[in-house]
């Protein structure tokens, strides 16, 4: 996890390291909200994608998403010949 976190600081922040280094030059970093919006998005991405491939529903024709009453997305699986 560690490593898509490092991976998306720097893709999206250009941040190059997440590690302290007692420096405020080094350790406070001047953002647009677009690139902090741009991070949040590529590691709900990113977890999303590594839940699918945990939960073996990655490519699964029959794994669908439905929105609940609060707007976050669910897992629904269709159930034929019933």
Do not use: C
């Amino acid at each position: 996890m560690k490593t898509a976190i490092n991976d998306i600081a720097l893709r999206e922040l250009g941040i190059v390291t997440l590690k302290m280094r007692l420096s405020d030059e080094l350790d406070f970093h001047t953002l647009s909200v677009w690139q902090v919006q741009d991070a949040l998005t590529a590691a709900y991405e990113a977890g999303k994608s590594s839940a699918a491939e945990a939960t073996g529903t990655e490519g699964d024709p029959n794994f669908v998403r439905r929105d609940d009453v609060d707007g976050e997305s669910l897992p629904v699986f269709r159930v034929f010949g019933i």
